[in-house]
């Protein structure tokens, strides 16, 4: 790593002055409680919280910029937050500094139904949005679980199940109003669907977790909400016959929606937890969107190629109550697989591959998890190459703690000598920092820093999470 | 823009020691020769050529470094070349230096059907990839028109008449191998279809036109081919109607491959070039791609849509034959409009605007037309809300020159004022740069510039491209 950057010193506690003229911001919320301070500098990951010495709740643009020069002249680090929900430790406070909460933030600006897109404060979750675009015919596809913030989900680069039809925040996003560590507001781009001018910079700061500057405004893409849905469940006899037909059925060039696989551990769990009799096997969970004619004939090609991998007990459904019959196993997987060991503490790795190295993947990973006497059902988003181990660790025993982190590292390891990346979705963060040169090599990890070092010269935006400068 | 940065000497002569060297790389090709430079010094623009000092022809990855390695050493600037069919100056010399040819490295390294990528050398052109794929069930969609070399499409950030179903080079490069100005070889991600690990270094590079290091190796997405294709046209009453239809097409799902708008002139200009008796009103031409069923389907629900927005003359068809009478009159469209004014130079311009505005747009740049006295058909990528006027101008009428420019002029600053953006495909080079700020903002384009000084701090990568560093 580059040697001339300016080293981020641990603030260790917030000057008189800073205090004051920070709460001198018109209308601003700013709160050094303990127990706020807590919760802003933890995620949903296992990791120990690491507070801020101070939250500031912001309503405004003009706020978060106030903020963000107040710090910048007092060298103070700044952690953007939104929902919380990250999974790799991108709220902790390691440096200390302050948060800037963005849940206030969480207007709807302009819906613009001709143009499929839609303006918004950072704040604004996916299901308030979503919820704000009843009647429109419009929908944002993009869906992580979580009910998270969509300038976090920018932020982490985030997806979820149906990236294989509608892309992640990287093609979802069409430009952001983001607030540089100086504290001046740059604009990345218009609205256009397509453009040649310049560089890329709406694409660098997705992903980027706060460590380039604070998004405080996006406009994103919207869907038309389809027509028609199908959905389908089909049993395999391996987990490479599965991956091989989502391959065929995309080689075809059948736009599948969203197509999970559950392994057979998890069909296991949701057989115990759910009461069903699903049949211990890999399976794979499909939905199709589009007119009523495609989703029938879409879902029959695939039950036909499904059936020459040996597929079985095929079942689709068109009507909303039986969908949700067929898909209730894969919601209930995540619970159920908790259910396995109840108490235990659930580790969840996200690497990515190319396709055609999936099943191997899974396969591979499941006999190290045989090997080291771990208990971890396996999720895949499979039409990505992305997939989760839910590993159920014993906390209080160190041992276990130890064999997964080497579960979880042999796992990284085989996604990357797969030409694939440490993380499909969830962000690098804090923990999968060791990963980087690894993925990328260290001269690409180095023109990285080198492009943060010219945009936050001081490191202290987010400083320490998706790399550590020295 | 910073003062900081080390301003570019243009370059008056090689110095006889870096020849020397350079001519001493194994198996290179290099060239003084006036000829060679002064094509290697021009692109497919109306620009004067400005040539470099010597054309290097390279091979392989270990020569392009040798050069590059050279020309850091000794200050020299590099421009990358591909097949030249660049359309805003994106090859001229302008501060001297070498030229570096990459047609020779043409060779297609590795197909993975499965995986539906492909690795690729720079100077591989998409006509001869999509021959090397014959017989895999894939192509690769994108479609600028000229056969133009892929490192070159990724340098632009290029498109075509299929973007709005395929997306741009923006959302097909998986992955880049990168000369950086130091002759460091960086290679930008693995080959996952999604990942969250560190920046996006690949959409960095990919429309930064050569200003920040040089493109050695890419691996892009592969499409399936679709089952069936049909085609469609239909003329409709007003631009207006005609952009209504596709609006509602696209809100509706209806998966266009291709759309494409003709202007009332551009259909008269093909009715006296190709003997057709076209309505002369605006067209559409549709491109529709998937099942048989669906693309029946998908003609039909245009008719009804383009119907009830007063669209007449509606014509679909479905065996080749048929498609290509139906496609014939947008294929002559080019060389009609120039059949409307032969001998004149033809001067493309190339804005895009979110959807809703573009009918607005339009009319308002035929308004503009007319006022000026200036002959310009009009052509759009319509689904991007990208469009194309060429203006027809008396090489010898210095006020027409004038004219042209003024037209153009105001056709950027209108689309900007709609929130869209100067270039749709064509890229900035040298000629859009006086619209970069306009389109931006100085604080943007700042940033922009920081981030080349941070990635190519003497500035000898394609300098004076996109922005002009002071």
């Known amino acids: 790593m580059s040697a001339e950057f300016v080293q981020t010193k641990t603030v260790d506690t917030l000057p008189t002055e800073f205090v004051r003229l920070l709460s001198d911001i018109p209308e601003i919320r700013f709160s050094t409680g303990e127990a706020i301070?807590?919760?802003?500098?933890?995620?949903?990951?296992?990791?120990?919280?690491m507070p801020p010495h101070g939250v500031a709740f912001v309503k405004t643009l003009d706020q978060i910029v106030a903020v963000v020069k107040l710090c910048y002249e007092f060298k103070i680090p700044v952690i953007p937050y939104g929902a919380g929900t990250s999974l790799e430790g991108q709220l902790q406070a390691i440096h200390g500094g302050v948060c800037i909460d963005m849940s206030e933030m969480n207007q709807i600006v302009q819906i613009r139904q001709d143009d499929m897109d839609v303006t918004i404060q950072p704040g604004v979750t996916r299901k308030q949005l979503n919820n704000a675009l009843h009647g429109t015919g419009l929908f944002f596809p993009i869906d992580p679980g979580a009910d998270a913030s969509i300038g976090g989900m920018a932020a982490t680069r985030?997806?979820?199940?149906?990236?294989?039809?509608?892309g992640t925040m990287r093609e979802n996003v069409l430009n952001l109003v983001v607030v540089l560590a100086d504290g001046r507001v740059i604009?990345?781009?218009?609205?256009?669907?397509?453009?040649?001018?310049?560089?890329?910079?709406t694409r660098l700061f997705v992903g980027s977790g706060g460590t380039l500057g604070i998004i405080a405004e996006l406009t994103v893409k919207l869907h038309p909400l389809p027509e028609a849905v199908s959905s389908a469940v089909c049993a395999f006899p391996t987990m490479e016959a599965a991956t091989r037909t989502v391959i065929?059925?995309?080689?075809?060039?059948?736009?599948?929606?969203?197509v999970e696989l559950v392994d057979t551990l998890s069909i296991k769990a949701i057989n115990a937890y759910s009461k069903t009799t699903l049949p211990e096997s890999p399976a794979l969970f499909f939905?199709?969107?589009g007119s009523d004619t495609a989703v029938a004939e879409q879902a029959e090609l695939v039950q036909e190629?499904?059936?020459?991998?040996g597929g079985h007990n095929f079942e689709w459904a068109r009507r909303p109550e039986d969908r949700s019959r067929l898909w209730q196993a894969r919601h209930d997987a995540y619970f159920a697989a908790l259910s396995l060991r109840p108490g235990m503490r659930a580790v969840t790795t996200d690497v990515v591959v190319p396709i055609s190295s999936l099943g191997k993947c899974i396969d591979e990973t499941i006999a190290d998890f045989e090997e080291l006497g771990l208990v971890a059902p396996i999720l895949g988003h499979v039409g990505d190459g992305n997939f989760h181990a839910i590993i159920l660790v014993d906390?209080?025993?160190d041992d276990e703690t130890e064999r997964a982190q080497e579960a979880s590292s042999r796992l990284v390891k085989r996604a990357l000598a797969m030409d694939g990346s440490c993380t499909g979705e969830h962000g690098i963060g804090l923990t999968k920092q060791k990963y980087m040169n690894l993925e990328f090599g260290e001269d690409t990890v180095d023109l990285m820093a080198s492009i943060k070092m010219a945009i936050d010269p001081h490191n202290l935006m987010n400083p320490g999470k998706i790399f550590t400068l020295k």
């Open 305 to 309: 190629l499904a059936s020459n991998n």
């Open 287 to 289: 939905e199709f969107h």
């Open 158 to 166: 985030a997806s979820g199940t149906n990236a294989v039809r509608y």
């Open 37 to 49: 301070c807590l919760q802003h500098g933890s995620d949903e990951s296992s990791l120990a919280g």
């Open 187 to 201: 604009r990345t781009a218009g609205r256009a669907r397509k453009s040649s001018a310049g560089y890329d910079l």
């Open 395 to 397: 906390p209080n025993s």
């Open 248 to 258: 065929e059925a995309i080689q075809m060039g059948i736009p599948l929606a969203r």
